[in-house]
């Protein structure tokens, strides 16, 4: 089973079995190289996904303290802060789409 899992993910070094060697066996040397492969595979894809949750965290965390700091100034008695209205979905629609 583990060689078909091989043959499914790495379909081009499934073809290299040395001659007299029974295709449906795996030997220790293929299966540490298999699985170093996968460790490298993984450890990328996980860094990607730290480098991606870390950028967002960040991001959300400089609004939330940029929101806090709008809060704890102190706003003029006189003046009023007003909301702008929210755009329109057909301001995004481009000229030919129409």
Known sequence: MLKA???WLWPVEASRTPPGHNPSWVTRDELDAIL???EQRQEFELGEWFDKFS???ARTEKRVNRDK???QQPQ???QVEQPQPMM???AYRKPWSV
């Open 5 to 7: 899992l091989v043959r």
């Open 36 to 38: 170093a492969k996968f």
């Open 55 to 57: 950028a967002l965290h």
């Open 69 to 71: 700091a709008r809060q």
């Open 76 to 78: 003029p008695v006189g």
């Open 88 to 90: 329109s979905v057909l």
